[in-house]
């Protein structure tokens, strides 16, 4: 391809220069009926799962469509967004914080029209490209990273494990038979970018084997002491090694207290820790971030290590659609995943869940992990 | 790994072209680097800031933090961005000969 110019001139970089404009105001983009009823709604309804009406005071309504997203989208995919977006809604269209998108119209027969036209679209392979759904109480879209498709650091997939567990889980995105909304996500290392830590259930991809020291590149790719400080065990130190007789700085590792969490790879390119057989996720649950009834809560590892099993990660797809439905089954209305174990207790999750309790998942780490431990008599058998 | 030669001298480089040994800095490379971190001419400021990275890196192993490299040199961060475009990390560490950042950048 030949080279086009967009104007820029590398031997003056910083002329014509544009900087900190930031954003576009997201007024500019506001369907007309919401930029004239905006702060002025009066109440809100779910008419069918993906589909809401908003009612203004004035009684002006926006009726809003649902669907679906794999969030890693073509441009091509865009395009046909925007020719959705033009033929029904004036060319207006909105992203969700769990990367659905959202089409406004203001009047239901047009809603009838959209989600025809919706439900036509299908890929060749003859996955729906706009399911309509992901409210109220069901399974929305999952929050999730990069995975084997940019980053360097994960011990699973993103893209692959989220299209297995929609797939299983799909007749929850399109219904409400759950007591509340379940958020999963999922984070393809521990630096748990995203939503995992607070998710109903989370899929976060660990190590299981410590990581292996280029001892020929350490010093000069590596600041060392970044390395050392990374460790949250402090199982990196300095050291040095004789390589071809030379005495040179390296790192040294104690492969005891190591747990495998990957920052100092994150700090130190020269401390390669991903690993095809070692490498899987865990199943954490119970986590949510809304104040409702309880107050946020952090999601924990109920399951210590499921391998990766490309592409369709059957035993993950299996035990996460098992755990959802025996709490379909035993929830009362309104409560979260986090909610139901807590008023049932963790002995009763793991038993009617079948799940196994392995010491893997007693907490180890630091003062902090004595007040996980149960201190009290109150336990049923 | 590539490898570049300018004026008789040669350097291991990454493919963001920062040296690969910090032992095989010298006035040559900073040179080399200047025109495509956008400098056309190196002053003593920019001097004054290269050296100082240099010392700090010889001395504690790391990069010095930004705070620490204004309070040192005693310029401000947007005067490091007037001296080096690409900024502390990008601009003046690649053409110290320091290691490239790591972590979430």
């Known amino acids: 391809m030949a080279f086009i110019s967009s104007g820029y001139n590398p031997a003056k970089p910083m002329e014509g220069r544009i900087t900190d404009i930031g954003p576009r105001e997201f007024t500019e983009f506001l369907p007309p009926v919401i930029k004239a009823n905006k702060g002025k709604w009066a109440y809100h309804e779910i008419l069918e799962p993906g589909v809401l009406v908003h009612v203004g005071e004035s009684g002006d309504k926006v009726f809003t469509v649902r669907v679906g997203a794999a969030r890693l989208m073509s441009v091509t995919h865009i395009r046909e967004i925007c020719e959705i977006a033009d033929k029904h809604c004036d060319g207006y269209l909105r992203f969700t914080t769990r990367n659905n998108v959202e089409f406004m119209t203001d009047s239901e027969d047009k809603v009838a029209a959209l989600k025809a036209d919706l439900a036509a679209r299908k890929f060749d392979g003859g996955s729906s490209k706009f399911p309509v759904g992901g409210t109220g109480a069901g399974v929305s879209n999952i929050v999730h990273t990069q995975g084997w498709v940019h980053c360097h650091t994960p011990a699973t997939d993103a893209s692959g494990p989220v299209k297995a567990v929609m797939d299983t889980v799909f007749s929850d995105f399109q219904n409400h038979r759950l007591p509340a909304p379940v958020r999963i996500s999922l984070a393809c290392c521990l630096n748990m970018c995203g939503a995992v830590h607070c998710s109903d259930i989370g899929i976060v991809g660990i190590h299981r084997k410590p990581p292996m020291i280029d001892h020929e590149w350490t010093d000069q790719l590596c600041e060392i002491p970044l390395a050392v400080a990374s460790c949250p065990t402090a199982a990196v130190r300095p050291s040095k090694v004789e390589l071809e007789g030379k005495k040179i700085n390296t790192i040294a590792i104690k492969n005891e207290r190591c747990m495998y969490c990957g920052n100092c790879y ?37 399951v210590a290590y499921i391998p990766n099993e490309t592409p369709r990660w059957p035993t993950l797809t299996e035990k996460i659609k098992h755990i959802i439905d025996i709490y379909a089954d035993h929830a009362m209305k309104y409560e979260r995943l986090g909610d139901w174990i807590e008023r049932i207790g963790w002995e009763k999750f793991f038993e ?24 009290t008599t109150q336990f049923k058998f | ?30 040179d080399y680097v200047k025109e495509s971190e956008g400098i056309s001419e190196i002053s003593e400021d920019h001097q004054k800031i290269l050296d100082f990275l240099q010392d700090y890196y010889r001395k504690n192993g790391i990069a010095p933090m930004v705070r620490i490299l204004s309070k040192n040199t005693g310029f401000k961060l947007k005067q490091v961005y007037e001296l080096f475009p690409s900024g502390p990390g990008k601009g003046a560490c690649k ?11």
């Open chain 1, 266 to 302: 994150t700090m130190c390119p020269a401390l390669p820790i991903s690993d095809g057989e070692g490498d899987g996720v865990v199943i954490m649950v119970g986590g949510k971030v809304s104040n409702r009834i309880s107050q946020p809560k952090f999601s924990k590892v109920v």
């Open chain 1, 352 to 375: 009617l869940t079948g799940l196994e309790f392995t010491q893997h998942l007693i907490d180890d780490f630091r003062d902090h992990a004595y007040y996980t431990w149960r201190q």
């Open chain 2, 1 to 30: 790994m590539a490898e570049i030669t300018y004026e008789g001298k040669t350097f291991e480089v990454d493919e963001d072209g920062f040296l690969l040994k910090f032992e095989e800095w010298c006035p040559e490379w900073v």
């Open chain 2, 95 to 105: 053409m110290a000969g320091l290691p490239k950042p790591t972590g979430c950048v």
